[in-house]
């Protein structure tokens, strides 16, 4: 089945700074969604963006599905953007089963 | 718009008691779907359904059941609860049938068996 790989696995940044997180994945997908979870549990859908590129205010994400790989960019970081950001993929052949990252863990320090 | 309710938000159970987690969402998606969340770990399936009256195996069903009650509503049994599934349980759906539908998630159940 396919392989998801997300780095790095923990960020640590200072409040302005921005970031960049990255997903790989080892097979070709025709799903692929970024997902933030806060500090009290709750998933929030952040883009579904199988390709191309995709912006919604300080975030943006963009996927190279050629190269199997997606990045989500945050900029000036604030202390909300906390977290642990998830990469899910489906595949060609998978139906309803997202494969998903094990997530990077982000802490924006005021 | 309430999105994706889930009940209830905690839970604690003794070995072998049942019960069911409930999952509405008012947006007049398709899809819905049951993912467990073990700590420092992405989420699991555990049980979709495509549509009103379907429902289908995820990764892991071991040990639970499910029940697509209308459009709206899909609810999750525990037979017989089980140390082992002492874990958040997230419901969410998508607006279309199929894997590629973004999905929207409620804000979890904590589910912990003694």
């Known amino acids: 089945g396919i392989q998801v790989e997300q780095s790095p696995p923990d960020l640590i940044l200072q409040e302005g700074a921005n970031s960049t997180l990255r997903c790989n994945f080892s097979d070709s997908v025709n799903n692929l969604q970024w997902f933030h979870q806060n500090p009290w549990g709750q998933l929030i859908n952040l883009f579904y963006?199988?390709?191309?590129?995709k912006q919604n205010g300080r975030l943006s994400a963009t996927t190279v599905a050629t190269e199997r790989y997606s990045l989500l960019y945050i900029s000036s970081s604030q202390t909300t953007d906390s977290g642990v950001y998830f990469c899910a993929v489906g595949g060609e052949d998978s139906n309803y089963q997202l494969i998903w990252g094990a997530g990077t863990k982000l802490i924006i320090k005021p | 718009n309430a999105g994706v309710t889930q009940t209830p938000k905690f839970q604690v159970l003794k070995t072998g008691q049942s019960m069911t987690l409930q999952c509405a969402q008012d947006?007049?998606?398709?899809?819905m779907y049951w993912y467990r969340q073990d700590p420092g770990m992405g989420l699991r399936l555990i049980y979709y359904?495509?549509?009103?009256?379907?429902?289908d195996k995820g990764e892991v069903p071991n040990g639970y059941n499910v029940s697509r009650l209308n459009k709206r509503e899909f609810s999750l049994r525990l037979e017989s609860a089980a140390p082992s599934q002492t874990s958040v349980y997230f419901c969410?759906?998508?607006?279309?049938?199929?894997?590629?539908?973004?999905?929207?998630f409620g804000n979890g159940t904590r589910l912990t068996v003694t």
């Open positions: 359904s495509a549509s009103e009256g379907t429902t």
């Open positions: 969410a759906s998508g607006p279309f049938a199929g894997v590629n539908s973004p999905l929207h």
């Open positions: 963006i199988p390709s191309g590129t």
């Open positions: 947006m007049n998606h398709n899809s």
